[in-house]
């Protein structure tokens, strides 16, 4: 990834609202799908509060991608791979940025308020990992206080394959889920709505090009196998997990429901912010060959964050309460490069559009605890909120907030939007 003219600091759009937007100015230009009254699912791009129509401009863009942008998914434009991105982005940052486009361009601008935002790609497959090593040790500190880390977390990316029809765009209804659940002090396991239903601070990795079945996505190719970086919230029944996750792993916990921001942050927007890896401290084991090496730079220098708004909150006008934040390079013992290679190295093949979570992304500090399982540590500590109300879980009526934001000093900072969950009976 390079540096180039579209992140200069002092490039600015004529759309007004991009100029200090604290997530759309023209130095991200995220891409999307939406659809609104009169049009159906196309592509666009993410500029202050308007979303720029693709398929409208396609003449102003050239004839390139034409085929690519007018499908009403993202997969095919990502498929190839990083050097259409870059001119797109570039043609775009140039149109956005000079008067002169204005009236070629400014037609097929779209208010954010009355677009439809939907998922960008057709899912094949979603696949969540494990990688934030503190909250694996915070977790693992609630059922093996001496033993926290299992013995294989430092060798292996750890994940499970997740379900990809129930992924969906932010502001989907969080519907509570039932399952067998077993308390303590019963004998037997019941059945019913959980009663512990939390939420994971993530962010998801888009797959662009991928691998062929049976052949392996090298170290130093995986930057390459990218498209680009959402939020995400892998919404968890934490009773039902706690009965069934072994011997085989995470099930209708997890797949009941998985949220995803709308918009795609590609790897080219995000250049000025990428940072180094994650120190292992002294006498951590050193990756295996196939996990080591990579870009100079695989850390995301996000700053992702997570706040709870409640019914009462919400009636009472306040602000949503601000639950976790910190930076996501801090908290990801593997690196997204490290993710594509391990998913990959046994001949798996990755396609374009699949979806990749990192885990959840606590960091060492107890204001950037990415889980309620980790807040209220596991129940016994409840959270106490602005309006005096309690929290160990999720209840019915509150609403979870996952944003992320990019700084970095000389540069414009950019952000990924909302993806935003509300619970319901």
């Known amino acids: 990834m390079r540096i180039d003219d579209t992140h200069d600091p002092a490039r600015t759009s004529w759309v007004e609202s991009a100029q200090g937007h604290r997530d759309f100015p023209v130095q991200n230009l995220p891409l999307c799908i939406f659809s609104s009254e009169g049009r159906e699912r196309r592509v666009g791009v993410a500029i202050g509060d308007f979303l720029l129509d693709l398929p409208a401009i396609a003449d102003a863009l050239g004839d390139a991608w034409v085929e690519e942008l007018a499908q009403p998914v993202l997969n095919a434009f990502l498929a190839l791979g990083a050097g259409p991105r870059v001119a797109l982005r570039q043609r775009l940052s140039d149109l956005l940025s000079d008067e002169a486009h204005r009236d070629t361009v400014e037609a097929a601008l779209l208010g954010q308020s009355e677009a439809t935002m939907h998922l960008p790609c057709l899912i094949g497959d979603y696949t969540d990992f494990y990688v934030g090593i503190h909250h694996a040790t915070n977790v ?12 294989n977390y430092k060798y292996v990316p750890i994940g499970y394959h997740g379900r990809a029809s129930s992924v969906r765009v932010s502001g989907q209804p969080v519907v509570r889920p039932s399952g067998q659940r077993k308390p303590p002090e019963a004998d037997a396991p019941v059945f019913g709505p959980s009663r512990r239903l ?57 797949n009941f429901l998985t949220s995803v921001s709308p918009f795609v942050l590609t790897p080219e927007a995000m250049a000025p912010f990428m940072t180094a890896a994650f120190t292992r401290p002294e006498g951590d084991p050193e990756p295996l060959s196939y996990l080591a090496g990579g ?55 990755l396609q374009p559009g699949d979806l990749i979570g990192t885990g959840t992304l606590s960091t060492a500090s107890p204001d950037g605890l990415g889980s ?30 996952l944003t992320a934001r990019a700084e970095a000093e000389g540069y414009v900072s950019i952000g990924l939007g909302e993806c935003r969950g509300l619970v319901v009976a």
């Open 140 to 151: 693992g500190k609630q059922f093996r206080p001496d033993n926290p880390l299992l013995p």
């Open 198 to 254: 939390d939420y994971e601070l993530e962010l998801g990795i888009w797959v662009g090009p991928g691998n062929a079945l049976g052949e392996a996505i090298p170290i130093d190719q995986a930057e390459g196998a990218i498209a680009g970086f959402c939020l995400l919230n892998d919404w968890s029944a934490r009773d039902l997990q706690a009965w069934e996750y072994q011997p085989l792993g995470p099930f209708l916990a997890k």
């Open 295 to 349: 870009s100079d730079k695989p850390g995301l220098g996000l700053t992702v964050s997570a706040a709870l708004t409640t019914q009462k909150m919400r009636d009472a006008g306040m602000a949503p309460h601000r639950l976790s934040e910190g930076t996501a390079a801090d908290a990801m013992y593997w690196t997204a490069e490290q993710i594509i290679a391990h998913h990959s190295c046994n001949g798996c093949n």
């Open 372 to 401: 309620l399982l980790e807040i209220s540590q596991g129940g016994k500590a409840p959270l106490t909120l602005p309006t005096g109300e309690t929290r160990s879980f999720l209840e019915d009526g509150d609403e979870l907030i």
